[in-house]
């Protein structure tokens, strides 16, 4: 079946450290892939997508690139900031012509100055 | 763009009394889901539907959970009665349906509390 497994958190890091969140899914056929956040008291917001393999996908200095041979999309930031602290969600698309959405547990980032 | 709206942003109500959660999904969107929020749970999908139709309900939990979609503009999340276990944050998402590409938009929740 569809499945995305993400590193568990909470991660907590530095102000200006790297960041990287690990995902990996399980998929049949070809999905896009996509990266959410969810900070404190908000909904779900998307923060980057990759619709085919080797596709990187960025925003607001995030990117994640789609790996078809590793089966990953990992989420990487080259220097976080406090306002970066969030929940982050990956999720991939289920091909049942509606856009269904499998999601990954969440994972905790809390960053501190 | 007024992006999905959800009503009410907060509710309070006391078990066995009914509640009812309100999303308007984004013009032009034809895919609605409803989804619950626990920090013991995470983040479970409930009910899709497309063009109203419900298409999955295999998340909602109970028959006490009830969704309906009356146009294309307007769904609703029933729970009756309610139960403290219900407490949680509500989602709605809207989506345009037949682009895989294309992502959910995400309401700003309705959290529930029930005494």
């Not at chain 1, 956040?37 to 200095?61: F, H, I, M, R, W």
């Not at chain 1, 602290?85 to 012509?97: E, H, I, M, T």
């Not at chain 2, 969704?67 to 403290?84: G, W």
Request: glycine residues 8%; contains cysteine; hydrophobic residues 35%.
């Amino acid at each position: 079946g569809n499945s995305v497994t993400q590193m568990e958190g909470p991660v907590t890091l530095s102000e200006e450290a790297f960041l990287t969140i690990n995902c990996t899914y399980t998929a049949t056929g070809y999905p896009s892939l996509f990266w959410y956040v969810q900070y404190p008291g908000e909904g779900l917001q998307l923060l980057l997508k990759a619709t085919k393999a080797d596709d990187k996908g960025s925003n607001k200095g995030f990117e994640a690139t789609y790996r078809k041979e590793t089966t990953s999309f990992h989420l990487e930031k080259g220097s976080v900031q406090v306002s970066d602290s969030a929940v982050y969600f990956c999720a991939l698309s289920y091909l049942d012509g509606y856009n269904k959405l499998i999601f990954g547990a969440g994972t905790r980032l809390a960053v501190h100055p | 763009d007024a992006g999905v709206i959800q009503s009410p942003r907060h509710e309070v109500t006391e078990m066995g009394q009914e509640v009812t959660l309100r999303c308007k999904p984004i013009s032009g969107h034809n895919s609605l889901f409803w989804y619950r929020q626990t920090m013991m749970r995470g983040l479970e999908l409930l009910i899709y539907f497309n063009n109203n139709v419900p298409i999955d309900d295999s998340g909602m939990p109970e028959d006490r959970f009830s969704a309906k979609m009356p146009n294309a503009s307007f769904s609703t999340l029933k729970i009756q009665p309610s139960e403290p276990r219900d407490s949680a944050v509500y989602f709605c998402a809207s989506s345009l349906a037949g682009q895989p590409q294309e992502t959910q938009y995400f309401g700003p929740g309705t959290r529930l509390l029930v005494l």
